[in-house]
């Protein structure tokens, strides 16, 4: 089902202008956004972008959305041309310089609100490129690589266009879960693509945390939050029967991370078996403890 009032917003994001007048041009085009957007900067042609730059030159949002759709439509799908899908993102790729292991690809994916692996809609790559005022694939890579470390070290410089929230490192990290289901219904995920991720993740997060507290130089310390990721991955991978994991399980596991093994990897001294942790936290410690890996 459309939802009319987020593609409202995304309108007003293109064209600077108020819900009334959105309203107006999407019931005409039967909410196909782009439709909509170049009825109105058509009709409008004469004024500037409201998201432009001062540089001396007269350019109408309609010749800049231009630019944009241009773009998109070297990548998009044959069948569909709404979407871009695997084929597409990987020359996407290519062209932006990432390799799709690279990090900078989930983040591109997180920026671009991408619904699957290896697919992006047009509407949310027009609407969030506009509005970063970002219109060749050049300044999309170097727009990429400045918001992926801000993400990263959680700076605060971005915010969500649809609900306005200052967008963090925490956010990326759950929106993967459901970057990375195949269906909309899907409510678990398989371990092994679980751990892929983790293994992507994880090291992030590590590497964030010695550089803010300036401990770079303590190797031991980052072997061992190594080790207990990796036990923490055998732990899963060998229970039987091999569990699935759930977007709680997840989630959590991200502050399990955070507040209990980086700052004491060793004997995990932050751990509470009395607070709210998911059960296969617990029963991940009780592991460590039977096998004496602790």
């Known amino acids: 089902m459309v939802n009319k009032s ?37 009709k409008h042609a004469s004024k500037s972008s409201p998201n432009s730059k001062s540089n001396g030159k007269s350019s109408s949002p309609f010749s800049f959305a231009k630019h944009l759709i241009a773009i998109f439509d070297q ?12 084929d597409g993102t990987l020359k996407y790729l290519e062209d932006l310089g990432i390799d799709p292991d690279d ?20 509407d949310k ?8 005022e970002v219109h060749d694939v050049k300044a999309m890579a170097e727009f990429l690589n400045h918001f992926h470390e801000n993400v990263l070290h959680d700076k605060g410089s971005y915010s969500d266009l649809e609900t306005n929230e200052v967008i963090d490192f925490k956010q990326l990290y759950d929106f993967t879960f459901g970057f990375l289901k195949e269906s909309e219904n899907q409510k678990v995920l398989d371990i092994d693509l679980t751990i892929s991720y983790w293994k992507l993740l994880l090291p992030l997060i590590t590497s964030v945390h010695f550089a803010r507290n ?32 759930t977007f709680d399980t997840w989630s959590m596991f991200y502050l399990f991370f955070l507040e209990v093994i980086i700052p004491d990897p060793y004997k995990l001294s932050n751990y509470d078996e009395m607070a709210a942790w998911p059960s296969k936290m617990d029963e991940y410690v ?9």
Do not use: M
Not at 286 to 294: A, C, G, K, P, V
């Open 103 to 122: 990090p900078k690809s989930l983040t591109l994916a997180f920026l671009l609100k991408s619904p699957s692996v290896g697919v992006f809609k047009k």
């Open 286 to 294: 009780e592991y460590l403890s039977d096998n004496n890996l602790i």
């Open 125 to 132: 790559f027009l609407t969030i490129w506009q509005h970063y």
């Open 6 to 42: 987020a593609l409202k917003n995304q309108f007003c994001e293109l064209t600077g202008t108020s819900t009334t007048t959105a309203g107006r041009y999407l019931d005409a085009s039967k909410y196909n956004l782009e439709q909509a957007v170049d009825a109105y900067f058509t």
């Open 75 to 86: 990548y998009k799908d044959a069948n569909n041309p709404e979407v871009i899908d695997i």
């Open 214 to 245: 300036n401990s770079d130089s303590n190797e031991d310390d980052k072997a061992k939050i190594d080790e207990r990721a990796q036990n923490w991955y055998d732990f899963l991978s060998n229970s039987n029967p091999r569990p699935v994991i």
